[in-house]
């Protein structure tokens, strides 16, 4: 199926937010999803996390692209710390337990997933 391209402006978008023990505290905006937007094989959104905040530990059933659009902080990638800041690009494969941790500017992410739905991306969340 051929789309046909689309101009998506992020405010334009519903923000979402996880603030919970389990998930960690964030924001963020569905850019690409066949849910809520076009789609062709592509999951996209912004994600973005307070200061001192957190995503908690976990994992996916597909790989991941994370970008970082502003601010830093800390990757934990199979219990490595990888400093991040504004312009770097993860690689996060599937299955690879990981997780972020905000730096003091807050961070803000532009992820990737394969797929067309981001209802089909299986978060599988670390215990405690």
Not at 3 to 22: E, F, G, Y
Not at 79 to 92: L, P
Not at 100 to 120: T, Y
Request: aromatic share 8%.
């Amino acid at each position: 199926m051929t789309q046909l391209p689309t101009h998506i402006r992020p405010n334009d978008t519903v923000a979402q937010s996880w603030d919970d023990p389990k998930r960690g505290k964030t924001t963020f905006r569905l850019l690409v999803t066949a849910g809520g937007g076009p789609s062709e094989a592509l999951v996209q959104g912004i994600m973005d996390i307070p200061s001192g905040e957190r995503e908690a530990m976990h994992h996916h059933d597909r790989p991941e692209t994370a970008y970082v659009l502003s601010g830093g902080g800390t990757l934990t990638l199979k219990g490595k710390e990888i400093v991040a800041q504004s312009g770097d690009m993860m690689f996060i494969p599937e299955g690879l337990v990981h997780g972020w941790l905000a730096g003091e500017e807050g961070l803000q992410l532009l992820w990737s997933f394969p797929g067309d739905r981001f209802e089909e991306v299986a978060y599988h969340w670390e215990e405690d």
